[in-house]
């Protein structure tokens, strides 16, 4: 993630990261289903493996909002025995879960065959999609009305009163705000959701005693500060 927030640094157009955006992508489902990748390079169908042994179609996209589309090898989705579509959210620099299903509860939300490819477009699954995530959070504080979860990937949550709130930075920076917690990094660079999710994290665990876990958020920091 490190990595492609520093190519959006650089200018390029998060739609033309296409392969960095599907390995990242691939990793993170694999994490999520406690998997493996596919043992080869261009696995028939399927790109992970889950520990129980479902072949797993992953798909990731940089297009926010409703627009857009995913698209699968309709000659090759026998294959599949679950679809996971992830979303790289550029103004969270987070991943988001789409979609997470088996097979069976996928087909009919895909048109076509029409040239050999079966078409789900992002707008049948937005309006669907579970607002939580797969991943065990690593810390978790709660203040007021709010609990703040800082997940494995470096994912900010940020729910009050039990409802999951999205977008998180305009929370964490009033939150910060608040706290009394700088916006900027060293460099003089305003830090991005995570960053800014893990200051907020600390400052309320001092507040309230409860316990997080120093050396993840550290090492967060120094990769983000490199």
């Known amino acids: 993630m490190s990595w492609f927030e520093r190519e959006l640094s650089w200018g390029v157009p998060p739609t033309e990261l296409r392969h960095l955006c599907g390995r990242i ?37 940089a297009m926010m909002g409703m627009t857009g589309h995913v698209a699968f090898n309709s000659r090759s989705l026998e294959f599949v025995d679950r679809v996971i579509v992830l979303r790289m959210n550029t103004e969270e620099m987070q991943v988001e879960t789409l979609l997470n299903a088996p097979i069976s509860d996928v ?3 895909l048109s076509g065959p ?55 930075k305009p929370v964490l920076r009033e939150l910060a705000i608040r706290f009394n917690v700088s916006l900027i990094n060293g460099k003089g660079n305003e ?22 876990v120093p050396d993840y958020a550290a090492g967060l920091d120094s990769e983000d500060e490199s």
């Open 25 to 61: 992508g691939e990793l993170y489902a694999a994490l999520i289903t406690n998997g493996q990748m596919a043992t080869e390079v261009n696995q028939k169908g399927y790109d992970v493996v889950s520990e129980t042994g479902e072949r797993i179609s992953v798909k990731t996209t």
């Open 107 to 109: 087909l009919p939300l």
């Open 114 to 168: 029409s040239e050999g490819k079966r078409i789900l477009t992002l707008g049948r699954i937005v309006d669907r999609r579970k607002v939580r995530s797969d991943i065990a959070p690593v810390n978790e504080v709660s203040i007021d009305r709010y609990t703040l979860r800082e997940l494995e990937t470096g994912t900010i949550e940020v729910q009050q009163d039990g409802v999951l709130l999205t977008p998180v």
């Open 191 to 212: 830090f991005n959701t995570r960053q800014l999710g893990t200051q907020v994290i600390r400052a309320v665990a001092a507040l309230t005693g409860e316990r997080i």
